[in-house]
């Protein structure tokens, strides 16, 4: 039966840090070590926990959860706004670290990595891979702090390396092979494979598939036609059977902010200034990617669950925060009262051109040189060390968030 499975010797190791924004807390204060933290964006009781320690995951508490509703169930929990500055720390020693093993790493998320060992040194690939695993966990507790975990899976493509990781969390290290692959599966449910969330789940019980063994044992004709009618359902069988389809990086398409204003009776100049806000936080990262964008997108949604937006395309690219803005703020005019939180992003996106003109005909040199002169200095001294005097204390509320499923503006 398993006569189509991939054989070779897995190469493919994914590493979680466990609960990672709450055990980078728990290692920055001791005092914190074995007590249930929450860590939200914003100290509010409506706030939703991004993460959450294990201490207080076992009494239920877990991601998107209110916090209102985690006091209920902890009453003790204790609750921590994000720190940036020392996720970005934690990511960067890990990238390094993992790049001493192999040249080929890439970082999912600000918290999961994968090194692919066939692009290691014949060295690397001579040792045992779990001694390996076991090695990195040593040396985050070494290198990074006492209070570091992390999961390690092993496996012949990444997919299975990370459902290996999420097998025995936390601190866990499995190894998933041809040979142990049906054992795994049949302990599992469909949704604790990564990707397939309820959508997926009806698709694929509306043909009869219940289990993730009646997944691996579907025809690729049926997964192509009947369930994903895609190519999708190729992808799925292959991954299932250990090859490897997602070794690939997608292009920019969008970038966006935004942002649940933290009152109610916010006046139109209040929320116009944290849309100005979110211009410049989008303007910041479109320039990181060196990007340049032709439409910009507002949006909103009120008290009433309603949704609006509007968009615009223009004909020359742009760049800057003030070109974006311009377009936002026109936009945002029509926007319906009782608003509860807001958005820009900018669509359309290539790479940096140097068109002739600019959005307002002016030259883009000299437009080019002032913003990028801005970046160099909010890159050395912090984020909005310079900005517009119209944001001016609105850092307060609209904080920087850590993105969870893209590394690209770290």
């Known amino acids: 039966m398993n006569s189509d499975y991939n054989t070779e010797r897995p190469l493919v190791?994914?590493?979680?840090?466990?609960?990672?924004?709450?055990?980078?807390?728990?290692?920055?204060?001791p005092l914190l070590r074995g007590r249930p933290i929450a860590i939200v964006n914003r100290r509010t009781e409506n706030t939703a926990i991004i993460t959450a320690s294990y201490e207080a995951k076992k009494y239920g508490v877990k991601v998107g959860m209110r916090f209102k509703e985690a006091k209920l169930l902890v009453p003790d929990i204790i609750v921590?706004?994000?720190?940036?500055?020392?996720?970005?720390?934690?990511?960067?020693?890990?990238?390094?670290?993992?790049?001493?093993?192999?040249?080929h790493v890439t970082m999912k998320s600000i918290d999961e990595g994968v090194i692919d060992f066939k692009h290691a040194t014949e060295q690397v690939r001579s040792r045992d891979l779990r001694d390996i695993g076991m090695e990195i966990?040593?040396?985050?507790?070494?290198?990074?702090?006492?209070?570091?975990?992390?999961?390690?899976?092993?496996?012949?493509?990444?997919?299975?390396?990370?459902?290996?990781?999420?097998?025995?969390?936390?601190?866990?290290?499995?190894?998933?092979?041809?040979?142990?692959?049906?054992?795994t599966l049949a302990t599992m449910k469909l949704t604790d494979l990564t990707g397939i969330a309820k959508q997926n789940e009806h698709r694929l019980n509306a043909v009869g598939i219940d289990t993730p063994?009646?997944?691996?044992?579907?025809s690729v004709e049926i997964l192509h036609k009947m369930v994903f009618k895609s190519i999708c359902g190729d992808e799925w069988y292959q991954?299932?059977?250990?090859?490897?389809?997602?070794?690939?990086?997608?292009?920019?398409?969008?970038?966006?902010r935004?942002?649940?204003?933290?009152?109610?009776?916010?006046?139109?100049?209040?929320?116009?200034?944290?849309?100005?806000?979110?211009?410049?936080?989008?303007?910041?990262?479109?320039?990181?990617?060196?990007?340049?964008?032709?439409?910009v997108l507002v949006y909103a949604k009120t008290y009433e669950r309603k949704y609006w937006h509007a968009r615009r395309m223009c004909e020359m690219p742009f760049f800057s925060n003030q070109a974006i803005y311009a377009q936002a703020s026109q936009l945002f005019a029509a926007a319906p009262a009782h608003i509860r939180e807001i958005g820009v992003s900018c669509y359309e996106l290539g790479d940096d051109i140097d068109p002739q003109l600019n959005l307002f005909g002016d030259r883009i040199a000299s437009e080019k040189k002032l913003v990028q002169a801005m970046d160099e200095l909010n890159g050395r001294y912090g984020d909005r060390t310079i900005h517009v005097a119209d944001t001016l204390g609105t850092g307060a509320y609209v904080k920087q968030k850590i993105p969870f499923g893209s590394t690209r503006y770290l």
């Open 13 to 29: 190791m994914h590493i979680d840090l466990n609960s990672c924004f709450a055990t980078v807390e728990q290692q920055a204060r």
């Open 137 to 183: 966990k040593q040396r985050m507790r070494d290198e990074i702090g006492v209070a570091m975990r992390c999961n390690v899976g092993i496996s012949t493509n990444r997919f299975l390396a990370k459902t290996a990781a999420g097998l025995h969390k936390p601190d866990g290290l499995d190894i998933i092979t041809h040979e142990n692959l049906r054992a």
């Open 80 to 103: 921590i706004e994000t720190d940036p500055a020392k996720y970005r720390f934690v990511y960067h020693k890990m990238m390094d670290m993992m790049k001493t093993y192999s040249s």
């Open 258 to 295: 935004q942002y649940v204003l933290e009152s109610p009776h916010l006046s139109s100049e209040k929320i116009q200034q944290r849309l100005h806000h979110l211009s410049e936080s989008v303007g910041a990262k479109l320039r990181s990617q060196n990007k340049v964008a032709r439409g």
């Open 213 to 218: 063994l009646q997944f691996l044992d579907t």
């Open 239 to 256: 991954r299932l059977r250990g090859y490897e389809v997602d070794d690939r990086v997608f292009d920019l398409k969008t970038v966006g």
